[in-house]
Nanobody, 130 residues
Framework: QVRLEESGGASVQAGGSLTLLCRFS?????????????LGWFRQAQGEERGVIAL?????????RYAESVEGRFTLSKDNAEKLLHLKMNNLKPEDTDMYFC?????????????????WGQGTQVTVFP
């Protein structure tokens, strides 16, 4: 059974930092299962479409890509042994206020479209106040 569980969301003042965690299990390429799973972080404001923040391949190289809006401020890292996906967020801005989601797809290659992801967590709320 696939599980993705986010944590770490909080309210923080602009300029501050947060680290989000996604604990994953049961994905292709984990827990002795065959295959690979690319992972990513997405975010969504109420009433708006979900958008990509940061993605990582699972092809052994681990190429990462970031949305332009977070490039240089957010850092994605993956711990395969602990089955954790981190998102370190620095210099947070009020416009970063959103629900943040962890997602996975049954492929080694990342995808920029949300509908290419098969598995989603429930999300964790990040609120940045001025």
């Amino acid at each position: 059974q696939v599980r993705l569980e986010e944590s770490g969301g909080a309210s923080v003042q602009a300029g501050g930092s947060l680290t989000l965690l996604c604990r994953f299990s049961g994905l292709p390429g984990t827990d002795g299962l065959p295959g690979n799973s690319a992972l990513g972080w997405f975010r969504q404001a109420q009433g708006e479409e979900r958008g990509v923040i940061a993605l990582v391949d699972s092809d052994g190289i681990g190429t990462k890509r970031y949305a332009e809006s977070v490039e240089g401020r957010f850092t994605l890292s993956k711990d395969n042994a602990e089955k954790l996906l981190h998102l370190k967020m620095n210099n947070l801005k009020p416009e970063d206020t959103d629900m943040y989601f962890c997602a996975a797809r049954g492929s080694s290659c990342m995808a920029f479209m949300t509908d290419r992801y098969n598995y989603w967590g429930q999300g964790t709320q990040v609120t940045v106040f001025p």
